[in-house]
């Protein structure tokens, strides 16, 4: 009987012994056979997380992030112990003693699937598994994946610490709302650094992974339960006492989304044309990945006050050439009329409207009701008080008509419901008075039809300080200063007088004024100056100057188009100019970038300087990987440099133009400034430019520099059409310039233009009196009259002849202007007028 009882066990034993071998077998040949072309675990040593690139201002003051995640790598050793031990606490208890899986969790899983009959099947991944899934496996649910995921976790926990496998976790984990990584996360839900995180907000951190979809607003309840659970969790594992426990589990849900704290975004200044042209220019350069992705500290050339006084320069022209239209547009967007029953619903609905909210001191509102004059509107993020009602008068619509599209424009305004209806959605200010501030009453304000750009620079380094591309770039994301190819018109001009100041000429040379009739296939050509006179023979400098078309075409005509086309190819301001007659009058379109960055070689004396909007670039780990200026300060290492001297900077740039023929330019374009078409410059520094006004007032322009600072502007409409017969240059973009330059001026100065050697003063006798001219040594003022080889006419002849001193401001007519000024326009060219080749 022993021996049978015996027998019996030993053949049991025997046959778990052998059930187990080849169970160990089995179980070890399908591990064997899914760790095969398993990928390398060893990559994430040289983890390199896509994270958030971040632009800064010169001053080092975040302006701008971009991103595809919301990321901010957080090295281990920055993390609080709080944060690790909640995200612990919530997903893997056991995480710092097993071997990267945790087999009572898997039996417990195991056993409640068994018992639920597979309706509740819990997780049972440890931090380590997860590491491996999100960064190596798919999410598929299935036995091959999950293998692989234990072999894998095994491997890495043998490869890497503790401490390292959770960095990893921490900074990859998705925690909802577009948040990749605990310390993106902290700045989303609580505007937070994770060292200023509570234990509840930790925990809700913690508490995202199980359903980051769900919403802290939607699901408020079922995360807050979500939260406690991870806080009991912490004080059971020893990370709170239980006061702490009771406590913080006590507190309300707080975030962001629920308005408890204020956005991080809107501790940035609103994105702007400057800081989305960066990321057009180095998505360019580094690939949109790298950007995106990269990590990337950028920091901008941009002054942030100088660019807020050049977008509200613009706006001001805009609005000021807007609204002496006088019609009415609106914003487009309405209100439905059951949403204006309550204060809450109304505003809500206003804060989805799809209208600017960039422009300072403009708030959206809706027309709430009307009444016989007046209209009622509701203001966003503003409560109407007795000081300030909330009304539009009827004497603040009396400006305008009502655009009315395919039909005839309605009758001026008398009273507010001929303009608004309600549940309009419009713009507002503040009106107030000048001297006081005193509180006047809400004004209507509309975003002009008209745009333009704007940009101002330095013309040594190339940094741009300022850059606006338009009205508002909520409104239109079109960045007219480096993307809108524009007529320049009489802005091209100095390029040709430079090109004829290298080729013979001096500010003397006298060339004739004086019908042209050119053969093109188009037929006929007969350019005109923009007055329709002639003035006969004059000099170079009145032809800049007072912006003469036919002395330009002779002088083209003269030392021929195509060397023309080559100083405009080098400096920057075309990268083909066909070699046309109509193109030396500005008929090629350009950006007002290259324009801009092209007349800065007028004032650095010639040398090339390519604009920038970047000084640096820095990788995620420190290392500069671009850096704008390139010259060498031989003294800088110094410890201290000799009293009165300052550092030495070597230079290498290229010379795009003799230093002469630099000088002379800029001295004709401050002769423009001070009695041409750009006399309404008042600076006090010297100042040199040339306004520019196409065929027909299609586009006007304005580009002018100091000795250190060079800036443009031009307005017209995104779909070329005339400004009308009073736009000029000198009356729409002087203004802007004007407004800009004066605070520019303020805090970088200017001195008088550098004068080069080589050449020596001597005094000229023009009509209007004797300037002191600029001459290379061995040259004189040439006798000869050039006319470019066209047909002379006898003065006597010319039809409408004038002479040179008859362009004075009696030979000027007095217009209005779209603000009701009125102004006195000089009859003098200031644009190219054709009609060749389909030109404007």
């Known amino acids: 009987m022993i021996r049978f009882v015996l027998n019996f066990f030993g053949a049991v034993f025997s046959w778990f012994v052998t059930a187990a071998v080849f169970l160990a077998l089995i179980v070890g040949g399908v591990f064997w056979i ?39 790598f957080v090295p281990s050793e920055e993390i609080p112990d709080l944060v690790k031990h909640a995200f612990v606490s919530a997903e893997d208890k056991f995480f710092y003693t097993h071997h990267g899986y945790d087999p009572r969790g898997m039996a417990a899983a195991a056993v409640e699937a068994v018992r639920t009959r597979g309706e509740s099947v819990r997780g049972a991944s440890t931090i380590t598994q997860q590491v491996m899934k999100n960064f190596l496996l798919d999410s598929s649910r299935s036995v091959e994946r999950k293998v692989k995921e234990l072999i894998l976790a095994t491997r890495l926990e043998r490869t890497l610490s503790k401490d390292k496998i959770l960095e990893l976790y921490l900074n990859e984990i998705f925690l909802g709302q577009n948040s990749a990584g605990v310390a993106a996360a902290a700045q989303t839900y609580f505007n937070k650094p994770l060292g200023e995180l509570a234990p509840h907000e930790a925990a809700l951190l913690a508490a995202m992974p199980q359903a980051p979809s769900r919403s ?82 950028i920091r901008a050339t941009v002054e942030p006050q100088l660019q807020q006084i050049a977008a509200k320069a613009l706006q001001d022209a805009l609005e000021r050439y807007d609204r002496g239209l006088g019609l009415w547009r609106g914003t487009g967007e309405t209100i439905p009329a059951e949403e204006l029953a309550s204060e809450d619903r109304w505003r809500a ?102 745009q333009g750009g704007f940009m ?36 091209f001009k100095p390029f040709v007088y430079a ?69 405009a190819e080098r400096f920057g301001v075309y990268e083909h100019l066909s070699p046309f007659l109509a193109n030396s009058l500005g008929a090629q379109e350009t950006t ?31 290392k500069t990987v671009y850096r704008h200026d390139k010259r060498v300060c031989t003294t800088c290492q110094m410890g201290a440099l000799p009293a009165g001297q300052a550092p030495i900077i070597v230079s290498d740039r290229e010379r795009v133009m003799d230093a002469i023929t630099a000088y002379q330019t800029t001295s004709m374009m401050e002769g423009v400034v ?3 078409s750009g006399k309404g410059v008042k600076l006090p520094v010297p100042v040199a430019g040339k306004t520019g006004t196409t065929n027909d007032a299609k586009d006007v322009w304005f580009i002018g520099f100091t000795s250190n600072m060079v800036a443009g502007c031009y307005l017209g409409y995104d ?122």
């Open 34 to 72: 899914y760790s095969r072309d398993l990928p390398s675990h060893e990559v994430l040593a040289s983890y390199t997380p896509k994270t958030i690139s971040r632009i800064y201002s010169g001053e080092g003051r975040l302006i701008d992030e971009f991103a595809e995640e919301r990321r901010i």
């Open 216 to 297: 802290v607003v939607r699901d408020k309840d079922r995360i807050t339960e979500r939260r406690n659970y991870v806080l009991r969790e912490m004080w059971q594992n020893g990370y709170l006492t239980e006061a702490e426990y009771k406590s913080e589990a006590a507190q309300p849900l707080r975030s962001v989304q629920n308005g408890d704290y204020p956005a991080f975004r809107q501790s940035l200044p609103p994105r702007d044309y400057f800081t989305d042209e960066i990321r057009r220019q180095l998505s360019a350069q580094f690939g949109e990945d790298e950007f995106f992705g990269g990590g990337l500290s």
């Open 349 to 450: 609905a206003l804060a989805k409207a799809k209208v600017p909210r960039d422009i300072e001191g403009w708030y959206p509102a809706v027309v709430l009701s009307l009444g016989k004059t007046d209209a009622e509107i509701g203001i966003e993020g503003i409560a109407p008080t007795e000081a300030e009602p909330q009304v539009i008068p009827a004497k603040d619509v009396q400006w305008a008509r009502k655009m009315m599209p395919g039909r005839e424009r309605a009758r001026q305004a008398r009273v507010a419901a001929d303009l608004l209806a309600v549940g309009d959605v419009v713009l507002v200010r503040r009106m107030t008075e000048d001297g006081s501030g005193k509180f006047i009453r809400w004004t209507l304000r509309q975003v002009p039809a008209i």
């Open 456 to 491: 101002a620079m330095d013309v040594t380094t190339g940094r741009v300080h300022a850059m606006q591309g338009g009205f508002s770039y909520q409104a239109s994301v079109f960045n007219r200063a480096t993307q809108a190819q524009r007529q320049p018109g009489s802005a």
């Open 499 to 567: 090109a004829a100041l290298d080729n013979g000429y001096t500010p003397a040379t006298i060339v004739a004024d004086e019908p042209i009739t050119v053969n093109t296939p188009q037929g006929l050509w007969t350019p005109k100056n923009s007055g329709g006179g002639f003035y006969g023979p004059t000099p170079l400098r009145t032809g800049i100057e007072q912006s003469r078309n036919l002395m330009t075409i002779r002088i083209a005509q003269d030392i021929g188009m195509q060397t023309v086309a080559k100083y």
């Open 592 to 622: 007002l970038f290259k324009m801009v960055a092209a007349y800065a070689m007028f004032a650095n004396g010639g040398e090339r300087v390519e604009p920038t909007l970047v000084d640096r670039v820095q990788d995620r780990w420190g």
């Open 674 to 676: 001070k009695r041409g």
């Open 719 to 840: 779909e070329p059409r005339s400004l009308g017969s009073n736009a000029f240059g000198g009356t729409l973009c002087v203004p802007v310039f004007n407004a800009f330059m004066r605070q520019a001026v303020k805090q970088y100065g200017g001195t008088s233009f550098k004068v080069p050697p080589g050449g020596y003063f001597a005094d000229v006798s023009y009509g209007n009196g004797v300037i002191s001219e600029y001459f290379r040594n061995g040259t004189v003022a040439a006798s000869r009259v050039v006319d470019g080889g066209f047909q002379r006419v006898p003065k006597e002849q010319l039809p409408g002849f004038k002479k040179s001193s008859d362009v004075t401001e009696k030979a000027a007519k007095s217009v209005t202007t779209s603000t009701g000024k009125k102004k006195v326009i000089p009859k003098k060219a200031d644009y190219g007028t054709m009609s060749s080749g389909g030109l404007y």
